[in-house]
C-alpha cells in the first residue's frame, strides 16, 4: 500500500492537521462544504456524516495502517470529548483503491472539548508514541474512561453524575494499587464486625451469603475509594483548587443519585460539582498520555486555553 484513506465521522474541525510518524506522513483535512451543510442540521445528526479523512501516506500494510487509525481515532476522543469513529476504509495501491465497510457504532456521545482545535497536531505529535507503547489493556482502560467522560455533556444531570462518578472509579481501579484504611477507619470497621455479630447471636439472626453484613460495611468500603480517589489526584499534583474539583461533594452527589434518583440540590448547582469532575480527569488522562500543549479551560468564569502544567503544582 502506499496511501490509506479512514473517512472520519464526527470530526468537523477547519484546520489541517499534518505530522509525520515513522516515515509515515499523516493528515487531517476537513471537507468544509459537508461541515457548512453539516452546521444548518441538527446536532444529533452531526455525527452522522463523514467530515473529514485521516490520511496516511507512506510505504506499509492495510494491517499496520489500520492500526494507526484506530489509535488514532481514540486518541481524537479523547482530545476532541466525543466518540470519533469511521465506518469505511479506503486502501489505496498505483492509483486504485479497495473500499472495506466495517460499522464501528450506532451509538454517539458527547462530553467536553479539552484541546483546541489549534493543537491537536501537537497533541497527536506529543502522545502518539506514548500511547503506542501501551498494552492492549491499558489501551482498553483508557478507553471505557473516555467514553464515560464522553457521556456527560448530554442526557439527565442524574445520568451525567453516575458516569462521571464512574469514570473515576475506573481511573482509581485501573490506576491505583489498593490503599489501606486509616487506622480510625479500621476501629470502626472491627467494632462493626463485632456489634453485628453480637446482634446476630442475640436476635437468631441468619444473615444468607453474608448480605446484610456487606451491607453494613459498605459505607466503610466507599471510604476507601475516596482515599484511593484522593490519592490518584495527590500523585499527579492535580491543583483542585484551581478547577474548584472536590471529589467528597462529587461522590455524595453520585451516592444521592444512586439511592434515591435525585439530585437533591438545584441543577446549577450539581453543574458546578459535575464540570470540574470531568475537566480534572480529562486533565489526568492528558498528564498520563505525556501532552504539556494548551488545554480549554477556564479562569474568573472566562473560557480560556492554558498550559496544562498550569493546572497541576
Same mark, same amino acid.
Given at each position: 500500500m502506499d496511501k490509506a484513506e479512514f473517512l472520519l465521522k464526527g470530526y468537523s474541525y477547519e484546520k489541517k492537521v499534518n505530522i509525520n510518524y515513522n516515515n509515515l506522513v499523516l493528515s487531517i483535512e476537513s471537507d468544509k462544504n459537508k461541515i457548512d451543510n453539516l452546521n444548518e442540521l441538527n446536532r444529533s445528526l452531526e455525527i452522522g456524516s463523514e467530515t473529514a479523512k485521516?490520511?496516511?501516506?507512506?510505504?506499509?500494510?492495510?494491517?499496520?495502517?489500520? $492500526?494507526?487509525?484506530?489509535?488514532?481515532?481514540?486518541?481524537?476522543?479523547?482530545?476532541?470529548?466525543?466518540?470519533?469513529?469511521?465506518?469505511?476504509?479506503l486502501y489505496w495501491k498505483n492509483g486504485a483503491f479497495e473500499e472495506i465497510r466495517r460499522t464501528m457504532s450506532k451509538n454517539h456521545n458527547f462530553g467536553e472539548q479539552v484541546?483546541?482545535?489549534?493543537?491537536?497536531?501537537?497533541?497527536?505529535?506529543?502522545?502518539?508514541?506514548?500511547?503506542?507503547?501501551?498494552?492492549?489493556?491499558?489501551?482498553?482502560?483508557?478507553?471505557?474512561?473516555?467514553?464515560?467522560?464522553?457521556?456527560?455533556n448530554l442526557d439527565f444531570i442524574e445520568d451525567r453524575i453516575l458516569r462521571t462518578v464512574q469514570a473515576w472509579e475506573c $481511573? $482509581?481501579?485501573?490506576?491505583?494499587?489498593?490503599?489501606?484504611?486509616?487506622?480510625?477507619?479500621?476501629?470502626?470497621?472491627?467494632?462493626?464486625?463485632?456489634?453485628?455479630?453480637?446482634?446476630?447471636?442475640?436476635?437468631?439472626?441468619?444473615?444468607?451469603?453474608?448480605?446484610?453484613?456487606?451491607?453494613?460495611?459498605?459505607?466503610?468500603?466507599?471510604?476507601?475509594?475516596?482515599?484511593?480517589?484522593?490519592?490518584?489526584?495527590?500523585?499527579?499534583?492535580?491543583?483542585?483548587?484551581?478547577?474548584?474539583?472536590?471529589?467528597?461533594?462529587?461522590?455524595?452527589?453520585?451516592?444521592?443519585? $444512586?439511592?434515591?434518583?435525585?439530585?437533591?440540590?438545584?441543577?446549577?448547582?450539581?453543574?458546578?460539582?459535575?464540570?470540574?469532575?470531568?475537566?480534572?480527569?480529562?486533565l489526568l488522562l492528558l498528564k498520563k498520555l505525556g501532552y504539556h500543549g494548551l488545554v480549554i479551560g477556564e479562569r474568573n468564569g472566562w473560557p480560556t486555553n492554558q498550559k496544562l502544567q498550569y493546572f497541576f503544582e
Open positions: 485521516l490520511v496516511i501516506e507512506g510505504s506499509f500494510t492495510e494491517d499496520i495502517s489500520l $492500526a494507526l487509525a484506530l489509535d488514532i481515532k481514540n486518541l481524537l476522543s479523547i482530545a476532541l470529548g466525543k466518540r470519533i469513529t469511521f465506518d469505511r476504509q484541546v483546541p482545535d489549534t493543537e491537536l497536531a501537537n497533541f497527536l505529535s506529543s502522545t502518539l508514541n506514548i500511547w503506542l507503547k501501551f498494552t492492549n489493556k491499558e489501551k482498553n482502560d483508557i478507553f471505557i474512561i473516555t467514553d464515560y467522560l464522553n457521556q456527560t $481511573a $482509581a481501579m485501573y490506576w491505583q494499587e489498593e490503599i489501606e484504611l486509616t487506622d480510625d477507619y479500621k476501629d470502626l470497621k472491627e467494632k462493626l464486625k463485632e456489634t453485628f455479630n453480637i446482634w446476630k447471636k442475640e436476635k437468631s439472626f441468619i444473615d444468607n451469603n453474608g448480605e446484610l453484613g456487606t451491607k453494613i460495611l459498605a459505607s466503610i468500603e466507599q471510604e476507601k475509594l475516596l482515599l484511593k480517589l484522593e490519592n490518584l489526584v495527590s500523585k499527579a499534583n492535580l491543583n483542585t483548587k484551581i478547577i474548584s474539583l472536590d471529589l467528597r461533594r462529587m461522590k455524595n452527589l453520585r451516592d444521592k443519585v $444512586a439511592h434515591t434518583g435525585r439530585i437533591g440540590i438545584p441543577g446549577n448547582k450539581a453543574i458546578e460539582i459535575l464540570q470540574p469532575g470531568v475537566f480534572g480527569l480529562q
